[in-house]
């Protein structure tokens, strides 16, 4: 069944797109990711323009990270308070991000940095977290001991210091606020949640405990991508609402399976799994970059009909 | 199709006065010609359609025998600015390196003709009425022409081609009796809402005797133009429901599912 989309102004099948979610959401869901590095490429490859991708992309992640995060609000993995300061950067790196983003654009340099940041962070967070895993996996199963969790670095000797009950820590909300603004920026420009970058910042820079770090990271990821998405709507015209709500039916019976399987699985599996997601999603974004391209011409709708 | 031919019939029925009278007008061949529907609706199942035109040429003379004729159909979609891009490689990288700006090039567009193009128009002519593809978009040519710009509009023509946004259909003008003539535009799925002009050029020898333009009216409709005129005109709402209805959908699956488990 094909459907035309009023604001991409292209037609696609629906199914594709109910798949697409549903995929999305079952990640989302597993891995406290708002799977926006995955949804927004794989709309440039079914033929949506570029700007609706990303901008449809963000209002699509808030629903699947909803469901997500009222799974997580009930199981009481939500730390509100670090949440509330990850947010607070969060909203002052959106709205820089929005900035850069048009600086850039003139420039007509964007799906460069884009792609570069993309494999830079990816490809560092995905080995960090691959390496780590395999280590504590091979570290319980030798001993069955508890790996040691919090250890005190410079991150923790910093002014301003706040406590965390749910996440048992007491700690500056600097580096909070730093990663937060970080998350929105790249949430502005790249139409992603972040959560591929936020939730291995948390777990090795704020040594926060792995079973709260997802629902945290969620309930940050809904409000940043949600003021990104009015953002885009009011500069550029560019949310697509038959997009966003075909993913979403698809991405919010994805996310509720996504959690099921995520809470069946041990932490050090689960993180694996991700690093390893991480990697193959940052392995083909450095083939696109080094490989001669199939056809090296590429066409920008400048938008202004005339 | 029942329809088409009906109007196809009606018309060929009015048209038959006109071939009696032996008038002492001036032009000795004037093209009369219609679309099968001058509005195409985009609504939320649109998947491309079909265009009829159909017509036929007006002689108060007998039909001139010596100089064969032709018959080019063109279908334009509204023009936008268009970036044409070309990577090169930088440091190991494919980088964007050389950019191609055309000022004007239209978002579709179906050249017609009965036979090959070089047979039934003349560069000249093709030129001055701006017939096909190349001319459609090298007209507007302003800024930035670098040595090799030829290069970027053939790369926009051919990724265009590939994605049936422009068409080039040698002998898809079927003509009768040198009289009537007919043929079939697809319009692909991908269109921008827009006037869509539509020229008929009727040629001897590759000159330009006469021509007729129309326009089809591609509109959305329905839901799909509520939501349209919603993003554009009150863009704050249009977000914010956007919103309200991504949180309903989670909120809601997540009820269901709770329900479900219970």
């Known amino acids: 069944m094909q459907v035309y989309l009023p604001i991409a102004e292209v037609s696609v099948s629906a199914f594709l797109l109910l798949g697409l979610g549903g995929i999305v959401g079952v990640l989302s869901g597993m891995f406290g990711v708002g799977g926006g590095f995955l949804i927004t490429p794989l709309l440039f490859f ?50 820089v991000g929005v ?32 390496f780590e895993s395999l280590r504590a996996i091979r570290r319980s199963k030798r001993a069955g001991s508890v790996p040691k969790r919090k250890h005190h670095t410079w991150i923790h000797a910093l002014p301003f210091k706040m406590k965390f009950r749910t996440s ?69 015209f560019s949310v697509d609402m038959v997009l966003a709500v075909l993913l979403l039916i698809g991405g919010v019976i994805g996310a509720q399976i996504g959690t099921r399987i995520g809470a069946k699985l041990k932490a050090e599996q689960l993180r694996i799994l991700l690093a390893i997601l991480v ?28 | 199709m029942m329809r088409w031919m009906m109007r196809f019939f009606i018309m060929l029925v009015l048209l038959l006065p006109a071939f009696a009278y032996a008038a002492e007008d001036t032009v000795p061949e004037e093209i009369i010609a219609d679309l099968s529907q001058n509005k195409v609706s985009i ?39 268009i970036v044409v891009r070309r990577k090169s490689r930088v440091a190991g990288i494919w980088v964007n390196t050389d950019a191609v700006r055309l000022d004007k090039a239209p978002s579709f567009y179906a050249v017609s003709t009965n036979a090959p193009v070089k047979d039934v128009l003349t560069s000249d002519e093709d030129h001055r009425f701006r017939v096909t593809i190349r001319q459609a978009i090298r ?50 799925s991908n269109l921008v809402e827009g006037n869509y002009s539509t020229r008929i050029f009727l040629t001897r020898n590759g000159r330009v005797v006469s021509a007729y333009s129309t326009n089809l009216d591609v509109r959305k409709v329905g839901m799909e133009r509520w939501i349209f005129n919603l993003a554009h005109q009150k863009p704050l709402y249009y977000g914010l429901l956007s919103i309200l209805i991504a949180v309903a959908a989670g909120w809601g699956a997540s009820t269901v599912f709770r329900y479900i488990r219970s």
């Open chain 1, 168 to 236: 048992g820590l007491y700690t500056s909300v600097i580096p909070p606020l730093v990663i937060g603004a970080m998350v929105g920026v790249l949430s502005a420009i790249m139409g992603v949640g972040g959560g591929f970058i936020m939730v291995p910042a948390m777990i090795y820079l704020l040594g926060m405990p792995t079973k709260v770090v997802v629902g945290t990271s969620l309930f940050q990821i809904i409000f940043v991508t949600g003021f990104t998405t009015i953002m885009h709507a009011v500069t550029n």
């Open chain 2, 43 to 81: 609504n939320t199942n649109f998947d491309g359609s079909n265009i009829l035109v159909f017509g036929a040429i007006k002689r108060e003379t007998p039909v001139p025998s010596d100089a064969p004729l032709g018959l080019i159909i063109t279908i334009s979609g509204p023009s936008e600015k």
């Open chain 1, 46 to 95: 079914i033929g949506i323009p570029p700007s609706v991708a990303v901008a449809t992309g963000t209002n699509q992640i808030v629903a699947s990270s909803f469901s997500a995060v009222l799974a997580h609000l009930k199981r009481k993995t939500v730390d509100l308070r670090m949440g509330s300061v990850l947010l607070a950067g969060g909203l002052i790196g959106a709205a």
């Open chain 2, 139 to 188: 007209s507007v040519w302003t800024t930035q022409l670098a040595p090799d710009a030829p290069q970027f509009t053939e790369a926009l023509i051919r990724q265009r081609e590939d994605q049936n946004l422009y068409q080039l259909n040698e002998g898809g003008v079927k003509l009768a009796e040198d009289t009537l003539f007919r043929s079939t535009v697809a319009l692909p």
């Open chain 1, 279 to 306: 990697l193959a999603v940052c392995a083909k974004l450095a083939l696109d970059l080094l490989i001669e391209p199939s056809d090296l011409y590429s066409i920008t709708r400048a938008g202004g009909l005339g």
């Open chain 1, 99 to 130: 900035k850069l983003f048009s600086v850039l654009k003139a420039i007509g340099q964007i799906d460069l940095l884009v792609q570069l940041s993309y494999v830079g962070f990816l490809g560092v967070i995905g080995l960090l977290m691959f």
